[in-house]
């Protein structure tokens, strides 16, 4: 399974950005995808998911209300839109799969990552 973020930039505060995560090799619509991102010196810490189904969403709370997770199993990605975006939002933003996974919040729980995507937010 093989997993690529996309999408990633510089936008200014406030704005906005929708990521891709496009998942091929084996059926995605069996996997949940998680979100999560890694600032400048800081561990990676979890951002949103989805379930296989898309049921279930988890999003962390500083995200709540401005960003939204989706899925097209149809085209194999997953897309958090991230609206009203800010400074502290800048990070690299990795996806990562669990087949036939719920919501994790956890790294370790996830099978497969992609390589991550750059966004800056400016002030």
């Known amino acids: 399974v093989q997993l690529q973020a996309s999408g990633g930039g510089l936008v200014q505060a406030g704005g906005s950005l929708r990521l891709s995560c496009k998942v091929s090799g084996r059926t995605f619509s069996r996997y949940a995808v998680g979100w999560f991102r890694q600032a400048p010196g800081k561990e990676r810490e979890f951002v949103a998911a989805?379930?296989?189904?898309?049921?279930?969403?988890d999003y962390e709370d500083s995200v709540k209300g401005r960003f939204t997770i989706s899925r097209d199993n149809a085209k194999n990605t997953a897309y958090p839109q991230m609206n009203t975006l800010k400074p502290e939002d800048t990070a690299v933003y990795y996806c990562a799969g669990k087949y036939y996974g719920l919501v994790y919040r956890a790294l370790d729980e996830y099978d497969y990552w992609g390589q991550g995507t750059k966004v800056t937010v400016s002030s």
């Open positions: 989805i379930t296989w189904s898309g049921g279930t969403i």
